[in-house]
């Protein structure tokens, strides 16, 4: 426990949304079974394969705070202050919205990564720190903060819009052999940070 992870649904070509910030087919595996995984956002449902249960309740089941960029907070309105994982959101901002302690009181607006992730293991305690989102997680990689990478691999391949991963700051980021879990429309992936 208390690690600091990423964790994003890619396309087999490397990106998590369209051009146009839509994740399409890339969320079909969260309706892929017969198996619900419960969260606190009424406004989401996950009909899982077993398989893919046992990941998504290990994901949620032990962040304790989750990382979010702006633009991924705002696409998502704030998922309502109830994230799915079911965690506060630690939100890096150069400029909180202004009525962001009444619309959203679990929600913190940090400026920076590295503040974000102070912030975010104060929150959270002994559970784990999760990072959602692909310019977040970047970052967090470049300055040494991210313990594990987690990818759910869908059998998709969109040819153009937001990548997981671009150019790492400081070159290649060695990572330990994978936990592979294989569910329905998503193959689970777990990668330790070689330190």
């Known amino acids: 426990m208390d690690k600091v992870l990423t964790h994003m649904t890619m396309s087999l070509d490397g990106f998590i949304a369209d051009p146009n910030d839509h994740p399409r087919e890339l969320f079909d595996w969260y309706e892929a079974g017969d198996v619900t995984v419960p969260n606190p956002n009424e406004d989401v449902s996950f009909q899982v394969d077993d398989a893919s249960a ?29 994230h799915p994982v079911g965690a506060p959101v630690v939100v890096v901002t150069h400029r909180a919205p202004e009525d962001a302690a009444k619309r959203w009181p679990r929600t913190t607006f940090v400026d920076g990564v590295e503040a974000a992730i102070t912030q975010a293991r104060k929150i959270a305690g002994d559970q784990d720190v999760t990072i959602a989102s ?27 819009g937001i990548p997981y991963f671009t150019k790492l700051e400081k070159g290649h980021q060695l990572l330990e052999d994978p936990i592979v879990v294989q569910g329905r429309r998503a193959l689970h992936l777990r990668y330790p940070v070689r330190r």
């Open 134 to 160: 692909a310019a977040i997680a970047q970052q967090a990689i470049a300055l040494g903060l991210v313990d594990e990478v987690c990818v759910s691999l869908v059998p998709v391949l969109f040819g153009e």
């Open 54 to 82: 046992e990941v998504l309740r290990e994901l949620t089941g032990n962040t304790g705070a989750l990382v979010s960029g702006r633009r991924l907070f705002d696409i998502a309105d704030g998922w309502g202050d109830k």
